[in-house]
C-alpha cells in the first residue's frame, strides 16, 4: 500500500539555523510530491512541488526541496529559519488515477 | 482570484445530532475534496468528486457520512448521527485536475461533538 511517512513528529531550532524536514514515500512509481504548510487555524498553504525535471525545486519563503528516486525520498529544506516559519508542516505524494496522500506531519518550533 | 470557501468555519454539536458542512470550490475547478484532519494527524480524504460524480470514497463512513456536489460546483457535507469521534477539522480543497494536479485548500470547519 501507498503511504508517507514523515519521522520527525516535532523539530525545534533556533532563529537563523537552518532546517531539514524529512520525508519518505512508498510505491513502485514516480509520485508528484507536494510539501504544505498549515498555521494554526489556517488551511493549508503549498510551499512547493515536484511534477518532473529538476530533482531540486524552489518554493516560496525561501523554502526547497530535493526529489531523491534512490531514496524514495522528499526532503524539504531552508538555509536560514525565521520566527514566522513555526508552523505544521505535511508531505503529500499525489498518483495519476486519483489517489492523493498526506503525512503526519511535522511541528516546527522556532526559538528566538 | 478567489479561493476555497468553507462554511461555518466553527461548530459545536452534541452527539447524535445532525451537521452539515459547505465548500465553494475555486471557479472552474472540476474536482473537489473533503478531507478529516483529527487533531495531531494529516488530512484524511474522505470523497473525491470529479465535477459531479463520485471519484473516491472509500474511506467514506456511509453509514453516518454523505456528501454531494450538485451541478458539478458547490458541495455539502454531512454527518448524521453524529459521534464524539468526529470531532475535527473539515477541510475542502479544490484542484483543476485530479491525482497530480494541485489542491487548493479552504480555511476548513473545525468541528466540536460533545
Known amino acids: 500500500a501507498q503511504s508517507v511517512t514523515q519521522p520527525d513528529i516535532h523539530i525545534t531550532v533556533s532563529e537563523g539555523a537552518s532546517l531539514e524536514l524529512r520525508c519518505n514515500y512508498s510505491?513502485?512509481?514516480?509520485?508528484?510530491l507536494f510539501w504544505y504548510v498549515q498555521s494554526p487555524g489556517q488551511g493549508l498553504q503549498l510551499l512547493l512541488k515536484?511534477?518532473?525535471?529538476?530533482?531540486l525545486v524552489q518554493g516560496i519563503k525561501g523554502f526547497e526541496a530535493e526529489f531523491k528516486r534512490s531514496q524514495s525520498s522528499f526532503n524539504l529544506r531552508k538555509p536560514s529559519v525565521h520566527w514566522s516559519d513555526a508552523a505544521e508542516y505535511f508531505c503529500?505524494?499525489?498518483?495519476?488515477?486519483?489517489?492523493?496522500?498526506f503525512g503526519t506531519g511535522t511541528s516546527l518550533t522556532v526559538i528566538p | 482570484e478567489a479561493g476555497v470557501a468553507q462554511s461555518p468555519r466553527y461548530k459545536i454539536i452534541e452527539k447524535r445530532q445532525s451537521v452539515a458542512f459547505w465548500c465553494n470550490p475555486i471557479?472552474?475547478?472540476?474536482?473537489l475534496y473533503w478531507y478529516q484532519q483529527i487533531l495531531g494527524q494529516g488530512p484524511k480524504l474522505l470523497i473525491q468528486?470529479?465535477?459531479?460524480?463520485?471519484?473516491?470514497d472509500s474511506q467514506l463512513p456511509k453509514d453516518r457520512f454523505s456528501a454531494e456536489r450538485l451541478k458539478g460546483v458547490d458541495s455539502t457535507l454531512k454527518i448524521q448521527p453524529a459521534k464524539l469521534e468526529d470531532s475535527a477539522v473539515y477541510l475542502c480543497?479544490?484542484?483543476?485536475?485530479?491525482?497530480?494536479?494541485?489542491?487548493?485548500f479552504g480555511p476548513g470547519t473545525r468541528l466540536t461533538v460533545l
Open positions: 471557479s472552474g475547478h472540476a474536482t
Open positions: 515536484y511534477f518532473s525535471g529538476d530533482t
Open positions: 503529500a505524494v499525489g498518483y495519476l488515477g486519483n489517489q492523493f496522500y
Open positions: 468528486f470529479q465535477n459531479n460524480g463520485v471519484v473516491d
Open positions: 480543497a479544490s484542484s483543476l485536475k485530479s491525482g497530480a494536479g494541485e489542491q487548493f
Open positions: 510505491y513502485g512509481a514516480t509520485p508528484y
